[in-house]
């Protein structure tokens, strides 16, 4: 009988502390195309502490849930413009997004950044 009620506090415990890891949902804008920049950004933007990620390629709107005490809205943004995607916050490196599949170029957020190379390069 003492060992049942120890596992029912211990339960308890567990269950009290998973209501302190807070998960939070936040949606935002993630610059992309098609059917493999939804696989990579999805990818990518779940490390450690984001149970969902889910990015529409018609809207370009991405719906994250995560553990907010595990890490922020920034931090998975940043993760996603790592792998050449801009968002709402970041923009991806140049020489990442330069490397993406040619149908992954996407219409990026800023255009005037360097025009160091006029007209087409195809
Ligand atoms: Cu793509």
Known sequence: MK???SLFI???????MSV????????????GNCGMCKSRIEKASKPDGVSSAIWNADTKEMVVAYDSTKISNDEVQKKI???GHDTDKYSADDKVYKKLPGCCLYDRKK????????????
């Open 3 to 5: 060992s049942i009620k």
């Open 10 to 16: 211990a339960a308890l415990l567990f269950t009290s």
């Open 20 to 31: 302190f890891a807070q998960t939070k949902t936040d949606s935002f804008k993630v610059y």
């Open 81 to 83: 413009a790592s792998v």
């Open 111 to 122: 255009t005037d950044k360097k025009n160091d190379h006029s007209g087409h390069q195809h």
